[in-house]
T-cell receptor, first 115, second 108 residues
Framework: GAGVSQSPSNKVTEKGKDVELRCDPI?????LYWYRQSLGQGLEFLIY????????KSGLPSDRFSAERTGGSVSTLTIQRTQQEDSAVYLC?????????????FGQGTRLTVV | QQQVKQSPQSLIVQKGGISIINCAYE??????FPWYQQFPGKGPALLIA?????SEKKEGRFTISFNKSAKQFSLHIMDSQPGDSATYFC???????FGTGTRLTVIP
């Protein structure tokens, strides 16, 4: 595809429900990142996948959050038992190489609202 | 912990003026410092980036100044335009560490 694609663009869910957010990275990009952006806040790193290496999960805020990347391409971020404080825009990005000095290409994000 | 500290949180500049956004980092192992620009409803997009082996990089109206000894870097937007109104994020190394963002408003 032309860019990083995220779905859905908007999601409203009830407190306590599970949600899945999807990210389709740019074809051929080996690195994939998930970030959370709360209203008026910066980009909070959540998780990083690089090729077949074990993901860097150091940014996940709690064990309710998990992510997987199947076949080195599509990624799904799952939030279990959602809470109101999980409301935010979830951004996915991909980059073509590993290590530093590589541009991250972002999707438009999924706006999650927990009511 | 905040690996990259960014200021100011918001900035209002008159058209034609200079916008300056500052960032500081702690980890001397960081070796790549990009700036991203984000418009409302969009994901951030790379604006300009610098490596620590140079002190300045210029692309059009956008300049990064880098001070390795002080562990600081800044974005300068010359001749600021209303179309530059956006949120700007500095970052460090492999896109894991972002600043908290600066909301720039350029007044016509």
């Amino acid at each position: 595809g032309a860019g990083v694609s995220q779905s859905p663009s908007n999601k409203v869910t009830e407190k306590g429900k599970d949600v899945e957010l999807r990210c389709d990275p740019i074809s051929g990009h080996t690195a994939l990142y998930w970030y959370r952006q709360s209203l008026g806040q910066g980009l909070e790193f959540l998780i990083y996948f690089q090729g077949n290496s074990a993901p860097d999960k150091s940014g996940l805020p709690s064990d309710r959050f998990s992510a997987e990347r199947t076949g080195g391409s599509v990624s799904t971020l799952t939030i279990q038992r959602t809470q109101q404080e999980d409301s935010a825009v979830y951004l996915c990005a991909s980059s073509p190489g590993q290590g530093a000095r590589t541009e991250a290409f972002f999707g438009q994000g999924t706006r999650l609202t927990v009511v | 912990q905040q690996q990259v500290k960014q200021s100011p949180q918001s900035l209002i500049v008159q058209k034609g003026g200079i916008s300056i956004i500052n960032c500081a980092y702690e980890n001397t192992a960081f070796d790549y410092f990009p700036w991203y620009q984000q418009f409302p409803g969009k994901g951030p997009a790379l604006l300009i980036a610098i490596r620590p082996d140079v002190s300045e990089k210029k692309e059009g109206r956008f300049t990064i100044s880098f001070n390795k000894s002080a562990k600081q870097f800044s974005l300068h937007i010359m001749d600021s335009q209303p179309g530059d109104s956006a949120t700007y994020f500095c970052a460090a190394t492999n896109n894991l560490f972002f600043g908290t963002g600066t909301r720039l408003t350029v007044i016509p």
